[in-house]
C-alpha cells in the first residue's frame, strides 16, 4: 500500500500563488508517476498535471498550462504543485495520486489517492 498526504492549500486572492505539497509513505516502486487531479463542487475530478519517475516527462492540463509548475523529490518521496496567477475557477479539492510506470490523465488509471486538500480562491 501507499500512503499519500496532501498539504498546502487554504484561501488565497484571485492572482495569488500556493504551494501544494504531497508525501508518499509505504511500499512505493521503482517506476511510478504521479498527478494532481481537483474536483470542484457538483463537478467530475480533473487532471491537472502530471510527471513521471523521472521528472522529465511532464503533462499540464490546457486549463492551467503556463501558470503550475509540477516537481518531484524522489529522495523525499514528495510531489509538488506550484500554482500561480490563481483563479476563481481553480477553486477546488486538490487530490495527489499514484500509478506504475507512464503519466496518464484519467483519474480510473490511478491506483493510490490521498484524502485532498481544499483551495478556494476568490475573487
Known amino acids: 500500500q501507499v500512503q499519500l498526504v496532501e498539504s498546502g492549500g487554504g484561501l488565497v486572492q484571485a492572482g495569488g500563488s500556493l504551494r501544494l505539497s504531497c508525501a508518499a509513505s509505504g511500499r512505493t516502486f521503482s517506476f511510478y508517476s504521479m498527478g494532481w487531479f481537483r474536483q470542484a463542487p457538483g463537478k467530475e475530478r480533473d487532471f491537472v498535471a502530471g510527471i513521471d519517475w523521472s521528472g522529465i516527462n511532464i503533462v499540464y492540463a490546457d486549463s492551467v498550462k503556463g501558470r503550475v509548475t509540477i516537481s518531484r523529490d524522489n529522495a523525499k518521496e514528495t510531489l509538488y504543485l506550484q500554482m500561480n496567477s490563481l483563479k476563481p475557477e481553480d477553486t477546488a479539492v486538490y487530490y495527489c495520486?499514484?500509478?506504475?510506470?507512464?503519466?496518464?490523465?484519467?483519474?480510473?488509471?490511478?491506483?493510490?489517492w490521498g484524502q485532498g486538500t481544499q483551495v478556494t480562491v476568490s475573487s
Open positions: 495520486a499514484v500509478r506504475r510506470r507512464s503519466v496518464q490523465t484519467e483519474p480510473l488509471l490511478y491506483e493510490y
